[in-house]
């Protein structure tokens, strides 16, 4: 995708209400969501105080939107 087509992680937080609990996002949109940064989240990943995310590759990890929003109403 093309630069000038990118969305920037605080554009993906603004569409997050708008997408299937089967959608994922990244790390940075992760942290815009908690108010955190994203050292933060894997802090939190790594104490097991936040959910894991799929990994799609070494570099590739995703958390679901759904898993996002059970968390988030607990």
């Keep these: 995708m093309p630069a ?3 969305r920037s992680p605080e554009e993906k937080l603004r569409e997050l209400d708008q997408l ?3 959608a994922k996002v990244d790390v ?3 942290a815009l969501h908690e108010n ?3 050292s ?4 939190m990943v790594a104490d097991g105080r936040f959910p894991q995310p799929l990994r799609n590759g070494p570099r590739n990890s995703r958390w679901e939107v759904g898993q996002l929003r ?3 109403a607990a």
């Design 70 to 72: 059970r968390r988030r």
């Design 40 to 43: 933060t989240i894997w802090r």
């Design 4 to 6: 000038a087509q990118r």
């Design 20 to 22: 299937p609990d089967s």
């Design 36 to 38: 955190v940064s994203p």
């Design 28 to 30: 940075q949109v992760v």
